[in-house]
């Protein structure tokens, strides 16, 4: 058996880098989604997306547009949490997501996220004793709009919550997690 030539480069993909990108603004589509519980292991659950980097929009480094295609960025949002100022802090970056991809209401959950595109916008957060460095999910706004729309940034130690899938659409009522109803599966 002859196996001169054999490269491992023709065999093996490319390692994707798992290092933040620049600070700045980017092409982005969500290209997955699932609900999760939290560590606390407490019923409480988040959302959380996986965005997909379609290039740089406009970034602290003045990259090319096509730079950073591919590239992977999480977000988290806790729609199911005791805590209530926790949800409402999700509920408000869901339907600033929603706005800048074009959806103005979720008719059947979240998988109406999937393959949206939108400008998101990230930050650097260094590395910690219990962390890496990564990149977070700032702000978004619509591919061509002008007015970015940020994350508020707040913390509270409220308790209580509502989950966001339990919203009646007839009367508008919210099941809350006191309740300990299950969310429906998405």
Partial sequence: MDLSGFKVS??????????????GWYRANITKQTDKPTRA??????LELEWTLLGVYKNENND???????????????????NEVTVNIAQK??????????IQELKHGPQELLGRQCLIRLEFVPETKDWD?????????????????????????????TRLWE???AKGTVTTTAQKTKAPPF
Avoid at 12 to 23: M, N, R, Y
Avoid at 93 to 102: E, H, P, Q, R, V
Avoid at 133 to 157: H, L, M
């Fill in 93 to 102: 970056d869901l339907a600033k997501i929603m706005n800048a991809i074009g």
């Fill in 167 to 169: 919203q009646s659409q």
């Fill in 41 to 46: 292991d407490n019923d409480n659950e988040y």
């Fill in 10 to 23: 023709d065999y093996l993909e490319e390692q994707v880098s798992f290092k933040p990108v620049p600070p």
């Fill in 64 to 82: 090319v547009a096509d730079t950073y295609v591919g590239r992977k960025v999480w977000q988290r949002l806790n729609l199911l949490n005791d």
């Fill in 133 to 161: 460095a990564k990149n977070e999910v700032k702000g978004y706004r619509q591919d061509g709009d002008t007015t970015p729309q940020f994350i508020e940034e707040k913390k509270s130690n409220g308790s209580g919550g």
